[in-house]
């Protein structure tokens, strides 16, 4: 159960960009590659809220997402 879990991959619609939703021990943040992988985010408590619904920006410059909440 200590192994992560990744979900939501999406790749941006310019460029060669993937992100990606990483749950660490409960720890979620979103990941993206684009040359080399990295977080973009970094909640470090396992607070049971949910990153959803990863949209990127039509230039593919920025992603947007929703953390908690009904989804």
Excluded: C
């Amino acid at each position: 159960m200590r192994a992560p879990f990744n979900s939501q991959l999406t790749a941006s619609p310019v460029g060669a960009k993937f992100a990606w939703v990483a749950n660490q021990e409960g720890r979620r943040n979103l990941w993206v590659v684009d040359g080399s992988a990295r977080a973009l985010t970094h909640y470090d408590a396992d607070d049971g809220l949910e990153i959803h619904d990863l949209v990127w920006t039509p230039d593919g410059e920025s992603i947007v997402f929703g953390r908690g909440g009904d989804f």
